[in-house]
């Protein structure tokens, strides 16, 4: 079974109650409306898990390795898209960014240290 970009689905697994597999799109220099695809793969996670009530969540960094989405911009879009979803909801306990390299967490340690500053 093929899935689209920007689309999520649900598969069980043992090691986790749901797997929600987000797919991200591939970048082609921002002319394939690669930002808007990669915005609805995290909000339609979001939509499945709150559907399924689901209360936590991971999200890997969608779409920065071999499909090369510029990683400042996907974590820009991922933190705002997830945001602006979790201000419409308090049925999530935890939303978890997973960083698999340095320069994404550095990244995303200092977008997120700028929208909620750390003590």
């Not at 689309?7 to 970048?27: D, E, L, M, Q």
């Not at 698999?100 to 967490?105: A, H, R, S, T, V």
Request: glycine content about 4%.
């Amino acid at each position: 079974m093929g899935v689209k970009w920007g689309s999520s689905h649900n598969y069980c697994r043992k090691t986790a109650k749901f797997v929600i597999h987000a797919v991200g799109p591939v970048w082609n220099n921002g002319n394939s409306n690669e930002e808007k695809l990669l915005a609805s793969a995290y909000f339609n996670s979001l939509k499945l898990a709150l559907d399924n009530q689901i209360q936590s969540i991971s999200f890997p960094n969608i779409s920065t390795g071999i499909y090369k989405f510029p990683k400042q911009k996907a974590a820009k879009i991922a933190i705002k898209t997830v945001s602006d979803f979790l201000a419409t909801t308090d049925n999530f306990k935890k939303v978890i960014f997973v960083c698999f390299d340095e320069e994404n967490y550095k990244i995303y340690y200092e977008l997120l240290k700028l929208s909620n500053p750390i003590s």
